[in-house]
């Protein structure tokens, strides 16, 4: 199995840019389809983006393509995500989440991805 630490997160005023990484630890982690999510308060778990196993293919929500870049460093064993020009919808808890797969693919469906990390807070204030 994998753990995930998800760091990077914090209070920006819209228009800003974070970048959250997210650690990996356990099995090797070219072995798992990388993917981040967020959840609003009283809203439901949504697909971000995500990001194959060698970091060759991504996918993205459409309300963050153009702006969230995803992506991956396997020889450090962490996953990233750069978020630029933020809006306050874009103000959620976010998680990373790993699927363990053959398959070099990006994975976009929650219910896919067996393990998670602790999620960190992004607060976006207009």
């Known amino acids: 199995q994998v753990q995930l630490v998800e760091s990077g997160g914090g209070s920006v005023q819209a228009g800003g840019s974070l970048r959250l990484s997210c650690a990996a630890s356990g099995r090797t982690f070219n072995d798992y389809a990388m993917g981040w999510f967020r959840q609003a308060p009283g809203k439901e778990r949504e697909f971000v983006a995500a990001?194959?196993?060698?970091?060759?293919?991504?996918d993205y929500a459409d309300s963050v393509k153009g702006r969230f870049t995803i992506s991956r460093d396997n020889a450090k064993n962490t996953m990233y995500l750069q978020m630029n020009s933020l809006k306050s919808g874009d103000t959620a808890v976010y998680y990373c989440?790993?699927?363990?797969?053959?398959?070099?693919?990006?994975?976009?469906?929650?219910?896919?991805?067996?393990?998670w990390g602790e999620g960190t807070q992004v607060t976006v204030s207009s």
């Open positions: 990001i194959s196993w060698n970091g060759g293919t991504t």
């Open positions: 989440a790993a699927k363990f797969t053959g398959w070099n693919t990006p994975v976009r469906f929650r219910n896919e991805y067996r393990y």
